[in-house]
């Protein structure tokens, strides 16, 4: 049976004029992931290749998974154990307070809600509501937040309407690129929203992306990258304006946008601002291409070097996230390389392999750590939380950081 299909036109203008920007080959689902010592290790793969529209300016992948297989019940992603998305949500809170945003009892609904981690800073004060297709949301309920669990799709609409009534916000946060048909998604969204209702989007932000070489964020998953060009394009379409924009540090770069009917809100100058930056965006993606095939061939480099004369060197990983499953299969890593990845305590992911290899991911314990010279840091967007994290604990070796030019410190 086919896991996924073609996309041949534009997901937001439907052109298909579509330019390729590049090929990662053939890649594992990022949650595809097998017990160790399973007699069932098939992994399923697809391309990995990443387009641009020259009209919607939005850049896209050219497959579309079944939703089923990517995001199952059984989802292992939980986001209340990212420190830095739990204090992300809490400045979010404190965004729509100090503007004002919602009044007492008014509803709040996230799409993709998935523990609770968002829900949990407004619930205090006003409705909210989670829809989730994950048994995760399990643990959201018993937090007391409502919690649907489903797709977010028009079936799931109705029913809020009818039982919850319409929303002042919807948030999607770090789902919105996720969702396919996205433009059936934002009909969804304004058929739940009040009629001053606001929808907030975080979603990776393409410029950082491709400035800081973050090629390891393209996944399966992700079926749009964009920039705040391509989200006002797509935006607008539904008659619906971004009237606030601003970059946050969640997932190494991302963009939060504010958006409403037309005319309701006063249009902030930091949208103005952050679409000035956006120029040259289709130059910007061929510089970017060049650099991702350098940074493999530096990759190789640099383990050619530290491992010059050193017989017995061990190198292990820090983190699996699912950056991890395109970094290490683009560049072919195995057990042979690396010979563990290490995940915090009661991440979902231990006691399996990583998708695509037979490299075992296990609890990460410091006397397992001392035993290895050299730590590669698959979560290096955020190494310097790491790295202080584990010299405390008395990590004394190196440290390898893979992107975006892959160094030793």
Known sequence: ????????????????????ILSLG????????HKINSDNLITISAPLELYYCPISKLVQLNIEVDKKILFPKSYPYTSST????RENFSRLRNQIDKNNFLKKNDLIIDIGSNDGNLLSNFKDRYKVLGVTPENIGKIAIKKGIPTIIDYFDTPVVKKINKKYGKAKIITATNV????????KLIKNIKRCLVEDGIFVSESHYLLPLIETNQYDTIYHEHLRYYSLTSLNYLLSKHQLEIFKAEKIDTHGGSIRIYAARKNIYKIDSSVKRIKNNEKNLEKKLLDFKDRVLNSKLEFYNLLTRIRKNKKNLKIAGISAPSRSTTLINYLGLDENIIEYIFEVKGSKKIGMYLPGTKIKIIEEKIQNLKKYQYLLIFSWHIQKDIIKVLRKKGYKGKFIIPLPKPKVI
């Open 1 to 20: 049976m086919k896991n996924f299909k073609y996309i041949k036109k534009c997901q937001v203008s439907g052109s298909k004029k579509l330019k390729k």
């Open 26 to 33: 053939s890649i594992p689902f990022v949650n595809d992931t």
């Open 82 to 85: 990212t420190k830095i998305l």
């Open 176 to 183: 919105f690129a996720h969702i396919n048909e996205v433009n």
